[in-house]
């Protein structure tokens, strides 16, 4: 079983829409999560963090964090053409100081 | 996105060359990492230097040497590189209080 694991996609939702992005992971007590953007040919760009059960707002991004099911999601409101990336996972397992597992990413399509 | 800087961004080099991938960061972190990057793989952990001290090296071949002068620099020094090495190089530094990690803009890197 993968550490991070995401559906490569793509995703494909209208604009306008709400995108949908699901992570698991496998260390049950992992505390941090993290959710990163990359646009093509790009490095990966901080979007959100979170580290307790429940929903965490930033503008048009939520976080959401399930330990209990060990699931993280990251949805978008009101979808751009722009927000049109890759999104990473990247969770703190247990013991790794400082060291993040990133999952393979799902890419985000966004049409006109 | 400034506070993470690495030169080249882009590298082409031979199977028998020596070059160097530089890495600099501006947030006052003291944690700095090495990923790389390649098509449809997750972010790859390579090393990670903490105040100065190597404190992780995830089997990574020896062609692949990093540096750490101070807490603010970080070197890549390849050497008899192979054509399978050909990726993304992403540089990224945190504060070892805090597990968010920072990305700089990469170094795409080809070897013939």
């Known amino acids: 079983q993968k550490e991070v694991e995401q559906n490569s996609g793509p995703l494909s939702v209208p604009e306008g829409a709400i995108a949908s992005l699901n992570c698991t992971y496998s260390d049950r007590v992992s505390q941090s999560f993290f959710w990163y953007r990359q646009y093509s040919g790009k490095s990966p760009e901080l979007i959100m963090s979170i580290y307790s059960n429940g929903d965490k707002e930033d503008g048009r991004f939520t976080a959401q964090l399930n330990k209990a099911s060990q699931y993280v999601s990251l949805l978008i409101r009101d979808s751009q053409p722009s927000d049109s990336a890759t999104y990473l996972c990247?969770?703190?397992?247990?013991?790794?100081?400082?060291?993040?597992?990133f999952g393979t990413g799902t890419r985000l399509q966004v049409t006109l | 996105e400034t506070g993470v800087t690495q030169t080249p961004r882009h590298l082409v080099m031979g199977m028998t060359n020596k070059k160097s991938l530089k890495c600099e960061q501006h947030?006052?972190?003291?944690?700095m990492y090495w990923y790389k990057q390649s098509a449809k793989k997750p972010l790859e952990l390579m090393f990670v230097y903490s105040l100065e001290e190597r404190v992780e090296n995830n089997s990574v071949p020896s062609r692949f040497s990093p540096e750490c002068p101070n807490s603010s620099h970080l070197f890549l020094h390849l050497h008899t590189l192979q054509p399978e090495d050909s990726a993304l190089y992403l540089c990224?530094?945190?504060?070892?209080?805090?597990?968010?990690?920072?990305f700089g803009p990469g170094t795409r890197l080809t070897v013939l």
């Open positions: 990224a530094s945190s504060s070892t209080r805090a597990d968010t990690q920072y």
């Open positions: 947030l006052g972190h003291n944690a």
């Open positions: 990247a969770v703190k397992l247990t013991g790794t100081a400082s060291k993040l597992t």
